[in-house]
């Protein structure tokens, strides 16, 4: 499977952003769909996933985003969005997705991803 990040931006503190994630094929059934960051000088670090269908379709986040994003799946297009708000400049990073068929228990660890697409830069300013 390919995947491709877009969306990205420049943008405030305190602004939202959705950025998305597009799959050559579909994805739902058979992948778990991560969002991953990498910013400055960091290694790449979880921030969210949903689940296969067969797995429930739940969503996971890290601590440092919940109750701020939200991850969706729209099974028809093949994409999968990242919805930020209230942003931080410690949100500034590259952004990527990939694929996941691990057991939920390792649904947040980056090695047990994918088909990492480009990822797409969100830069938030103060």
């Known amino acids: 499977v390919q995947l491709q990040a877009f969306g990205g931006g420049l943008v405030q503190a305190g602004d939202s952003l959705r950025i998305s994630c597009t799959a050559s094929e579909d994805t739902s059934r058979r992948y778990h769909m991560g969002w991953f960051r990498q910013g400055p000088g960091k290694e790449r670090e979880f921030v969210a996933a949903?689940?296969?269908?067969?797995?429930?379709?739940?969503?996971f986040y890290a601590d440092p985003v919940k109750g701020r994003f939200t991850i969706t799946r729209d099974t028809i297009k093949n994409v999968v969005y990242l919805e930020m708000n209230n942003l931080r400049p410690e949100d500034t990073a590259v952004y990527y997705c990939?694929?996941?068929?691990?057991?939920?228990?390792?649904?947040?660890?980056?090695?047990?991803?994918?088909?990492w697409g480009r990822g797409t830069l969100v830069t938030v300013s103060s």
């Open positions: 949903i689940a296969r269908r067969t797995s429930g379709g739940r969503a």
């Open positions: 990939a694929v996941s068929s691990v057991v939920l228990s390792g649904i947040g660890m980056v090695d047990q991803y994918r088909s």
